[in-house]
């Protein structure tokens, strides 16, 4: 609670490293979160399954680890993978990493914190044209009479591949064929956890990007086994999140999880002794053109605490009011009248030497998150983060912005979100106002938000505009 920089409502492993999420289950009343983990260093590496659970995918507990690397197919890594149920028994499907090649494991528990591995169940040898270390993540469902997998490839080690594996008992695979190829070299060289799960009347894969660390969205038809998008979309930009897995909730809503690389030098995340963050679960759904929406989960609205006061400025343009805070639920819905910029500036000091701006500029479509002045550490990221967002006439921007400590996320409209992490320095960098450049009408509200880690009763403070 001191490590200014540390989340309190994003999860964080107790210690060390994270990253991607994993095996995402309910099961037997609770939710579970498993994820890439290294338990001795604060960086990638000798990667584990981290385990923690909830209730009510607001308090998490932790459950210790899940898996470790053994000699074998997994010796030298548990890389990522997936949850699912097999003829009543919890199964976690992974990859076994070593060097020389990726495999694709199981393991199976009856209490979801003992596993047992499986090496005769593996999926040794990757199909032609995919090398073995290129060749991994896999993601299991159920359709019609069958088990299917997904894995995560690259095609000659030209181009992002999604490979599919069919199974009548979840034991036993045989490799179909590609659901789906990378149709533009633009969409990197291989495709890591793929995700591929149904929607409304649609199916959705989601990949993430490898090397340009971005993860990108498409909707469309499974057919004949093969995947025909109809549109596709960046789902996160820039490195913001990453490696995205859903889970379907008991009441129906396909909740997703993506986890946010630090951004800042090694030996302050060696200091501070924890590296990574979750996104918080977000709602995914169609809209009536059947593009993906996403919006933070509704659960997330119960940690909120005090709503802030917010000091209105009195003008219609430029600064329109002011509030502050580093732990924070804002929602703004700004109505716009002209093409000029409108947005958000957070974790401001009030010298103006640190500063982030959440844009919107409705001349060039663009919603953009500011870093330049983010951070007077000079080895902090800094680049902007910009995502295509075009309202319809006369719709609002509507801005959710969730700030935790390093952590921003920014959703726009239910469409759009961009992803990202600000280390500022100074101790009183943590001034907020809203601003126009032109002429527009700003609704907002802020409020205080609590921690989500059990025991943990923090009295969060609320400094005074
Ligand atoms: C994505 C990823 C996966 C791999 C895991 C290893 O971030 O590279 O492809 O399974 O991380 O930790």
């Not at 759904?285 to 209105?312: F, K, Y």
Request: aromatic share 10%; hydrophobic share 40%; glycine share 8%.
């Amino acid at each position: 609670m001191q490590d200014r920089h540390r989340p309190r409502y994003h999860f964080t492993a107790p210690s060390r490293w994270i990253n991607d999420p994993n095996g995402l289950a309910f099961h037997g009343g609770r939710y579970h979160l498993y994820y890439q983990y290294n338990p001795h260093a604060s960086h990638w590496g000798d990667i584990h399954w981290g385990h923690a659970s909830s209730a009510d995918l607001l308090h998490w507990q932790d459950e210790g680890i899940a898996l470790a690397p053994s000699p074998g197919h997994d010796a030298e890594g548990c890389f990522s993978g997936c949850f699912a149920l097999v003829g009543g028994v919890p199964t976690l499907y992974y990859t076994g990493y070593t060097q020389a090649r990726q495999v694709q494991c199981a393991a199976t528990s009856t209490d979801l914190r003992h596993w047992t591995k499986h090496p005769e169940r593996a999926i040794v040898v990757p199909p032609a044209d995919v090398a073995a270390t290129e060749f991994r993540d896999p993601y299991v469902f159920q359709q019609g009479p069958w088990w299917y997998m997904v894995v995560g490839a690259s095609h000659r080690s030209e181009r992002g591949q999604v490979l599919l594996y069919r199974s009548a008992d979840g034991l036993d695979w045989q490799y179909r064929h590609p659901l789906f190829t990378a149709p533009s070299l633009a969409l990197g060289v291989m495709w890591e956890c793929p995700n591929f799960f149904p929607l409304g009347d649609k199916w959705v894969l989601t990949v993430s990007i490898w090397p340009n660390l971005g993860a990108h969205a498409f909707v469309g038809r499974f057919e004949e086994e093969r995947f025909v998008p109809a549109s596709d979309a960046p789902l996160d930009v820039d490195a913001g999140a990453f490696a995205h897995l859903t889970l379907c909730a008991p009441d129906g809503r396909r909740l997703q999880w993506a986890w946010m690389n630090e951004q800042r030098a090694q030996e302050r995340i060696d200091a501070d002794g924890w590296a990574g963050a979750m996104t918080v679960p977000r709602e995914l759904g169609l809209d009536s053109q059947a593009r993906l929406t996403l919006r933070p989960h509704r659960e997330l609205a119960a940690l909120r605490q005090s709503a802030i006061p917010t000091m209105n400025s009195g003008a219609a343009r430029s600064v329109l009011c002011r509030w502050a805070g580093r732990c924070m639920d804002m929602q703004a819905r700004f109505v716009l009248r002209d093409k000029a910029k409108v947005g958000l500036t957070v974790l401001a000091s009030p010298d103006g030497q640190e500063y982030t701006r959440i844009v919107y500029w409705p001349e060039a479509r663009r919603l953009l998150i500011e870093r330049a002045h983010s951070s007077l550490d000079r080895q902090v990221r800094r680049q902007d983060l910009h995502a295509f967002l075009l309202l319809d006439p006369g719709e609002p921007l509507q801005l959710r912005v969730l700030l935790d400590h390093s952590v921003l996320e920014v959703y726009a409209n239910d469409r759009v979100c961009l992803a990202t992490r600000l280390y500022p320095t100074l101790p009183d960098s943590l001034h907020a106002h809203a601003f126009a450049e032109g002429d527009t009408t700003l609704d907002l509200q802020a409020w205080d938000m609590g921690s989500i880690h059990v025991g943990e009763r923090e009295a969060l403070q609320t400094p005074d505009p």
